[in-house]
């Protein structure tokens, strides 16, 4: 049961904040940071492939699993929760989507202008100068699931390609960053969805809307909440509470 004031804030609002991390794609069948990772990376845990030094340490394993990432992204299809967060755009005024995630699920549901903190697994770039490819990346020619695989050359420099992502240790993209704190301090809304909250700068999105005054809601089937007033939580997953939430104050079904 979705709470009245929640309701009435979101009818309200004129602008809003989506901040989405992992969990948004998990019904997409994309693995979250905290699901165990299957095949070879079982034995590896996301944080420690996820840096610079690990990628140096072994560009193969870096890359492997990358393309594996990349390779489930484009077998996936968006969720009813990346398709309500499109839909919802169309409902308020303003509505700024910032993720953490590295997918295009957001964009394949149609939202536009995402944000993304942490880069994309979509726009690789050369370790060395820094040039991205100009050619379109096909689908890995490793469909199963994932192994070491050396990463292409760059054709400016013959340098090795690294995927475009933020890693940890990395600094984040300065204007997104900006930009996504600028928006939290001015919404009157922020919807926190699928994420843990664990990972900083990122994570300290949803308290800076808190504390300028904003309404924030978590959707999270383990929803963490630490505030009173203000603040919500929808137990469930955004596939379900998302297009629920949009029903009860638009009115329309959302599709899919
Ligand atoms: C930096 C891209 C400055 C790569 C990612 C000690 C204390 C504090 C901070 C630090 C520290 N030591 C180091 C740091 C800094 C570090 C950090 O925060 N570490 C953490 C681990 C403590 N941060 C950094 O390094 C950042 N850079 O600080 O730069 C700097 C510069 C130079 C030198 C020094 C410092 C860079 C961080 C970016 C790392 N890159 N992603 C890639 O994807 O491979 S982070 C990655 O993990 C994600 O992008 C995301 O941000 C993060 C956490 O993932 P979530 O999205 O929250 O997903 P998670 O799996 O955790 O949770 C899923 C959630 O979904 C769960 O809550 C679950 O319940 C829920 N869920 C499940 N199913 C559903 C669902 N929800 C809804 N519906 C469902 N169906
Ligand atoms: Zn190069």
């Given at each position: ?86 839909e919802?755009?169309r409902h ?154 949009i029903r009860?104050?638009f009115g329309q079904a959302t599709?899919?």
């Amino acid at each position: 049961m979705i709470p009245d004031p929640l309701l009435d804030a979101l009818h309200r609002a004129r602008h809003v904040v989506v901040f989405s991390g992992a969990g948004v794609s998990a019904e997409s069948g994309i693995p979250t940071f905290r699901d165990s990772l299957t095949g070879l990376w079982e034995r590896f845990d996301a944080a420690s492939l996820a840096t610079p030094e690990a990628f140096r340490a072994d560009p193969a394993l870096v890359w492997g699993w990358y393309e594996w990432r990349r390779m489930k992204v484009l077998q996936a299809q968006p969720n009813p929760a990346h398709m309500a967060i499109a839909e919802l755009a169309r409902h308020v005024p303003h509505l700024t989507l910032v993720t953490q995630n590295v997918d295009d699920l957001h964009e394949r549901a149609g939202s536009t202008d995402v944000i993304h903190l942490h880069g994309s697994l979509h726009q690789p770039r050369c370790f060395n100068c820094g040039k991205s490819p100009d050619t379109s990346r096909t689908m890995p020619d490793e469909p199963e699931g994932g192994r070491r695989l050396e990463p292409p050359r760059c054709a400016a420099c013959s340098g090795q390609l690294r995927p475009g992502v933020v890693w940890f240790g990395e600094s984040l993209p300065t204007e997104a960053l900006n930009t996504a704190f600028a928006a939290a301090q001015s919404c009157d809304l922020l919807i926190s969805v699928g994420t843990s909250g664990m990972v900083y700068p990122a994570a300290e999105v949803p308290g800076l809307a808190w504390h300028a005054g904003a309404v924030v809601v978590h959707v999270n089937p383990q929803p963490q909440t630490d505030r009173s007033e203000r603040e919500f939580a929808l137990a469930g997953p955004a596939g379900e509470q998302l297009p629920l939430l949009i029903r009860q104050v638009f009115g329309q079904a959302t599709p899919g």
